[in-house]
């Protein structure tokens, strides 16, 4: 693709330029978390679409190992992942890629990261920043009864709170709201208590979730820990 040139606001030595007005990296080497830390090359493509663009991750042994489709509208301020998948699960790649749509958007002034998750991914996203922004009727409730029912003893206070909210006698955009909050609280609990494989049945309804520009800078120190744990030149001052 073509790259011009720009000026851009890069906190870390990666080489930023611009294409068709957004700015974007030239090029990007990141490291999986297996063993052999085993080094991804960032590949990407704008579609026919001037705002879609498709990211891959591409190893040593040039095999595609992860991918992105992400949507990015400027004027709007916001980054759409369109979808994601990984074919080395437990190496990190899905982070990798959540690394450089953050990246992404403090290049960009995007203001917020949006995807619309399934319901084994949630633990997934939430562990990296995400918050689920979802209706009552639209699954939040019933991922709320599944809360509901957890008998798990440290996670009691969520689920005596899930049994009121799914009964109370509130509107529907409140329930959301308390829906929501409950939803991150009970997730981030939960990934501290159960292992992978039993995150992945957690849920049973797909949500919505974003990530805001705001909650990054507020926990860049995490952030540059993972930029640093994949080998990605880059940290947010």
């Not at 049973?204 to 640093?228: A, G, V």
Request: proline residues 3%; contains cysteine.
């Amino acid at each position: 693709m073509k790259i011009y040139k720009n000026q851009p606001i890069s906190f870390g030595r990666i080489n930023i330029k611009q294409n068709n007005g957004i700015n974007f990296f030239s090029e990007l080497i990141c490291n999986a978390s297996d063993n052999k830390r085993t080094k991804h090359s960032a590949e990407i493509i704008r579609t026919d679409s001037d705002s879609v663009y498709n990211i891959s991750l591409i190893d040593t042994k040039n095999i595609k190992n992860a991918s992105q489709s992400i949507v990015i509208k400027p004027q709007k301020k916001i980054l759409y992942i369109d979808s994601l998948s990984s074919s080395c699960e437990d190496q990190g790649l899905g982070t990798c890629l959540h690394l450089i749509n953050t990246i992404e958007m403090l290049e960009n002034g995007i203001e917020k990261m949006a995807l619309f998750s399934t319901s084994e991914a949630i633990p997934f996203h939430t562990r990296f920043g995400f918050i689920p922004n979802n209706e009552w009727l639209n699954g939040l409730g019933e991922n709320i009864k599944i809360i509901a029912k957890d008998s798990t003893p440290e996670l009691k206070d969520y689920s005596d709170f899930a049994k009121q909210l799914k009964s109370c006698q509130i509107s529907l955009e409140t329930k959301s709201v308390l829906g929501n909050r409950l939803l991150n609280e009970y997730t981030l609990s939960a990934i501290k208590l159960y292992p992978k494989n039993q995150l992945k049945k957690l849920f049973k309804y797909p949500t919505n979730m974003e990530l805001s520009l705001n909650d990054i800078y507020k926990n860049k120190e995490k952030y540059n820990l993972l930029f640093k744990k994949y080998n990605i030149d880059y940290s947010i001052d």
